[in-house]
């Protein structure tokens, strides 16, 4: 089953099911798996709620109220104002309240076989980035950090969606979480993100990464609209401090560099896209829903997707033939905007805030990987709107690079882990990367 994700959403949070749609906390926000409210239900889907939008105050959970007993009637109120802000019928689901030693079985349950061979068909992305230490599983890696992060999850094929407790109470944090996931059962419901999913071909990172980022940015953004109305100031503070804690205990469990700025696109990036359209749409969003952005540049540019903005066809040239028979192409689609900005900050060492300002002018690429045995190659093309941005870009490429390692005189970089790259370009940008092999890059110098 096809996986919406954004580039290495897929590699780090593919561990649960295709039909399963957990939220977890990654420091100063949550990361989500990227199979957003598939659903494998027969129940008809209700459809968008024909009430008037924006809707009139309803009433919801007691403003000054700390904790709420963990019963489905006790979050009732939450259910009905989120389902009026949104503007969308309720599906017939109720909430579970489980422990966090429950969550990774419930998950695991429902784990289909070809998502560790999605896991390891991508990982090389990862790790040719430098995105992974050598030795790392991102598999085992996405289960360590989802077993203590994770806050609550949709599973639509059983039509379950469960929230983690630890104590019999629903804070303030896990009332935020009921108001997200429930926006998520909601979406499904009413726009069958399955279908939505599943027409995205499967090497596609960017258009999954913008659906991930629509789906997401909705979520987040009617979650902070419940929290504003329904919360007291100093419940909205108790929510952000539970948050906080949570994310520092699990802090240094694992780092994940450069990759973690992949996995919090959608929700750094997807509420400013919904923020900027909101007002365009009655019911909410529902024209975005039918015209789904493909790319993460109209996420970060939501002009663009109002202009009807499609990426420019962008090839590699065709290295079958100068690598021989031996090598195997593993993945042949799209990286996006966001991801090839974060390369960037990766080889740079730096950790932006995601204003994107050095790749602005990015209209299209292709990647793929190919491997031998455990060797493994990176292409990457990049096209540009105009020959000055592709060379700003390409400057910024080569700079870095020269910071990363030695120059060799086929004109690759070599890095001190035996890692080997090459930038070359101009309106279009073309990134090479091997894994330690001196051979694959002569072969490469070529191209």
Not at 34 to 50: K, L, R
Request: hydrophobic residues 40%.
């Amino acid at each position: 089953m096809h996986r919406v994700c954004t580039a290495l959403l897929l590699c780090l949070l593919v561990l649960t099911s295709a039909c399963a749609k957990p939220d977890v906390l990654a420091v100063s926000g949550d990361v989500e798996r990227g199979e957003v409210g598939t659903s494998s239900s027969t129940t008809t889907s209700p459809g968008p709620e024909t009430v008037s939008c924006p809707p009139a105050p309803v009433p919801g959970p007691d403003p000054e109220a700390m904790d709420v007993p963990a019963t489905p009637d006790a979050i009732d109120p939450i259910l009905t104002a989120v389902s009026a802000l949104r503007c969308l019928t309720a599906p017939p689901i109720a909430p579970t309240f489980i422990t966090r030693a429950e969550a990774p079985g419930i998950l695991a349950s429902g784990e289909e076989p070809e998502d560790r061979a999605e896991i390891e068909r991508v990982e090389p992305i990862a790790r040719l980035l430098g995105w992974i230490e050598p030795g790392t599983s991102l598999y085992d890696a996405a289960k360590e950090l989802t077993a203590g992060l994770i806050l609550g999850f949709y599973l639509p094929n059983t039509d379950q969606l469960y929230i983690v407790t630890e104590d019999g109470t629903v804070t303030p944090l896990a009332q935020r979480t009921v108001a997200h996931e429930w926006v998520h059962a909601l979406q499904d419901a009413a726009y069958d993100l399955e279908k939505k999913g599943d027409a995205i071909p499967k090497d596609d990172l960017d258009a999954g990464g913008a659906m991930t980022a629509v789906v997401e940015g909705d979520a987040l953004h009617y979650e902070t609209e419940f929290s504003q109305r329904y919360f007291s100031e100093a419940k909205r503070l108790a929510a952000s401090e539970e948050e906080l804690a949570l994310g520092a205990d699990a802090a240094g469990s694992i780092d994940l560099g450069p990759l973690l700025y992949d996995l919090l696109m959608p929700y750094r990036s997807g509420p400013t896209f919904v923020r900027h359209l909101l007002p365009a749409g009655a019911p909410p969003l529902q024209d975005v829903y039918e015209r789904l952005p493909s790319t993460s540049a109209e996420i970060l540019h939501p002009e663009l997707w109002q202009k009807g903005f499609e990426p420019e066809p962008t090839a590699l040239p065709d290295l079958a033939p100068v690598l021989g028979a031996a090598w195997t192409r593993t993945f042949d689609g799209t990286w996006g905007e966001f991801s090839t900005a974060n390369v960037l900050a990766g080889f740079a060492g730096t950790v932006p805030e995601r204003e994107l300002t050095d790749v602005d002018g990015w209209r299209g690429d292709r990647l793929q990987i190919w491997t031998s045995g455990p060797t493994s190659l990176l292409a990457l093309a990049t096209t540009w709107d105009s020959d000055a941005a592709g060379e700003e870009f390409l400057g910024a490429l080569e700079d870095a690079l020269e910071v990363q390692g030695t120059a060799e005189p086929s004109g690759f970089v070599a890095f001190e882990d035996g890692r080997r790259c090459r930038a070359t370009g101009g309106g279009r940008v073309t990134l090479l990367m091997c894994t330690d092999s001196p051979d694959t890059a002569a072969l490469l110098a070529t191209t």
